[in-house]
């Protein structure tokens, strides 16, 4: 889905190696000590839950009161419900379980929100002072809520509405590697317009230690995409000098940390012919790989992936075939 907004990097997730279970997965599942900026990735796990207990208590730094510039939600399209299960369609659809709700999460979610739309801003830090402060990072507006010791990353994006946020999140590969992940268990959005300005965020909480499948892929098999991408993501995932637009992003994602590296890749269209793509670098964990079309694919047309990898060691061949929107 082309970008019309401008988006923020997915949140680091570095600090998850040292939380998660020892496994050290680093960088994307981190403390959101850092964060990234970014536009069209955020995602989608299995069957909803109900959502956990709400505490709207706030850091003793922050007011007490919201900003005086109130967000105006106009449509179901900016409903935090609404959003969650967009993120956990396409979850689903990649074969993630669904994330469920958490009043903590999405409080913080909208909260951050509205900062961002209140102070004409996009980033994943707050200033202190600042209309709307609820915490410097997102663990700390976590922690604001009653969610405390979280292993988190955030989202944020000014595409749109809401739910048009979370879709155009998901296409981007280091955006939709949190949405998507196997461990993902928990997820809160937000959005918030003042003065014209529109902000989604997305907060996603991860146990390294859930049940979770093997893996997870995106696009599905036989799942129709859009043909192409703007390629515009920070931080890039297209190498320097690179001729944009580009193909739909293909992923896969596995679980309890496996090491996965990739020996050899082809994308093909129906006659067999051989596509030029790129191959998403690693820059946050080694649990998932990632390829993109160099080129817009064709419209209603069917693809096949054949990914040659070495996971934890052990040769896998991931083959499947997904189709383009007409």
Not at 190 to 199: I, K, M, N, P, T
Not at 253 to 272: F, K, N
Request: hydrophobic share 40%; aromatic share 6%.
């Amino acid at each position: 889905m082309p970008s019309r907004g401008t988006t923020l990097t997915a949140l680091p997730f570095a600090l998850v190696f040292a939380l998660a279970i020892g496994l050290g997965i680093a960088a994307l599942f981190a403390n959101p000590a850092r964060t990234p900026d970014s536009a069209a990735s955020v995602p989608s796990p299995t069957a909803v839950t109900s959502a956990g207990p709400t505490n709207t208590s706030e850091p003793s730094n922050a007011p007490s009161t919201q900003p005086s510039a109130t967000p105006t939600v106009s449509s179901r399209d900016n409903d935090p419900a609404e959003m969650l299960h967009v993120h956990n369609q396409l979850r689903i659809t990649a074969g993630a379980p669904a994330v469920r709700a958490d009043d903590r999460a999405s409080a913080a979610a909208q909260r951050h929100a509205q900062y961002l739309a209140s102070n004409n801003t996009l980033g994943h830090e707050e200033s202190q002072g600042a209309a709307g402060f609820t915490g410097v990072s997102v663990r700390d507006r976590l922690a604001a809520q009653g969610f405390t010791d979280a292993t988190a990353s955030e989202v944020a994006t000014s595409f749109g509405t809401g739910v048009d946020g979370v879709r155009s999140l998901w296409v981007l590969p280091y955006h939709r590697l949190g949405l998507m992940h196997p461990h993902a268990i928990v997820a809160g959005w937000g959005h918030a317009e003042v003065g014209g300005r529109s902000v989604t965020v997305g907060v996603i909480v991860y146990d390294f230690g859930s049940a979770a499948p093997d893996l997870v892929r995106s696009p599905a098999i036989g799942q129709r995409v859009a043909p192409s991408w703007d390629g515009e993501e920070s931080p890039d995932v297209l190498p320097g000098g690179a001729a944009r637009p580009v193909g739909y992003p293909v992923m896969v994602v596995y679980a309890r940390a496996q090491v996965v590296e990739i020996r050899s890749a082809r994308l093909s269209d129906a006659s067999g012919r051989d596509l030029a793509f790129h191959v998403v670098p690693q820059i946050y964990e080694r649990d998932y790989v990632g390829i993109v079309p160099a080129a817009p694919l064709a419209a209603g047309a069917r693809y096949h992936v054949r990914l040659d990898l070495i996971v934890a060691g052990a040769d896998v061949v991931q083959e499947w075939d997904f189709e383009t929107e007409r």
